[in-house]
């Protein structure tokens, strides 16, 4: 979103939110950037004047407010009701925050999940103009606490009839992941998820250690609980990512989040994929992102 020569963007997450002014003529350029707590324990008119505070300070610090402001937000709007789901900050689910932001703010907003605003990111700024500048279809993964995905088509995020485009995280994958939040059973989200392994290399040892000692008790080669985690989140990204690529066939695909750090997703985990992909020869390009935990603010500016 564009108010004269800046875009404006805020990302709106369970614990902060960040706003950032980027220029118009270069993206890349942040003009200023601030970050205030969401406090989202004290509810949902609490986290509207947060953000109208945070927009306040912001166009202070440079001389202007804004008449449109992307917004990255952690769950998605429902098309038909325009009211929000699938957030992790509950107190946000069926609200129309859209609606009440544009009302306490006093101009027009868009709204975008975060994982979409990620793939725009990426795409536009990030590591797509490095690998693939000509790229018409882009998949950007989150893997961390839970899976997401979003989907940009010649530089436009496809939301979907549902505004469930890209959630790959709740395709069935295997029976062995159980109970999902979500009311499923053996979702994507419950086997390779940073919590899902954390919990399966547990199941194995009654250990309870985070998924940085797993990889790298792995790399060792000397716990054979790690080594059996790490080959199931191969064997699995294998599987689950196939299914995307068998459907949409992204030029790119670009994983985001904790669980993307780990380095053999992209030469084993990217082998598991290409066994799975109905194609003779199947080419599929994983990278990993450029620009951080900027890409979420940098995605909701660019909306």
């Not at 010649?154 to 995280?169: P, S």
């Not at 993307?260 to 599929?284: A, H, M, T, W």
């Amino acid at each position: 979103m564009s108010s004269g020569n800046y875009l404006w963007g805020i990302d709106l997450g369970g614990t902060k939110i960040e706003c950032a002014v980027l220029s118009k003529a270069d993206p890349l350029k942040v003009i200023t950037r601030h970050r205030l707590p969401t406090e989202a324990g004290k509810g949902y008119q609490h986290v509207i004047l947060q953000v109208k505070k945070l927009l306040e300070i912001v166009a202070k610090d440079i001389g202007e407010f804004p008449s449109d402001v992307g917004f990255g937000t952690p769950g998605a709007l429902e098309p038909s009701t325009q009211t929000m789901k699938n957030c992790n900050t509950t107190s946000l689910n069926g609200m129309p925050l859209k609606k009440d932001f544009e009302e306490a703010l006093g101009i027009q907003v868009k709204i975008a999940n975060d994982a979409n605003c990620f793939a725009l990111a990426e795409t536009m700024l990030g590591v797509v103009q490095k690998v693939k500048r000509d790229a018409g279809v882009v998949f950007g993964v989150i893997m961390g606490t839970g899976v997401g995905g979003g989907l940009v088509v010649n530089g436009k995020i496809i939301n979907g009839k549902q505004g469930i485009a890209g959630e790959w995280g709740h395709n069935f994958l295997d029976e062995s992941g159980g109970k999902c939040y979500c009311g499923k059973t053996g979702c994507v989200e419950t086997i390779i998820s940073g919590p899902a392994l954390q919990r399966y290399y547990h199941s194995l040892t009654g250990n309870a250690i985070a998924l940085k000692e797993i990889s790298k008790a792995y790399h060792n080669g000397t716990d054979d609980a790690a080594i059996a985690t790490m080959d199931r989140l191969v064997n699995m990204f294998g599987k689950a990512l196939a299914v995307v690529v068998n459907i949409i066939d992204p030029d790119v695909i670009v994983l985001g989040g904790g669980v993307g750090n780990i380095d053999l997703l992209y030469n084993r985990g990217k082998q598991e994929v290409e066994k799975s992909v109905f194609n003779i020869n199947p080419e599929v390009l994983i990278v990993k992102p450029l620009l951080g935990d900027s890409a979420g603010v940098f995605g909701a500016a660019l909306l």
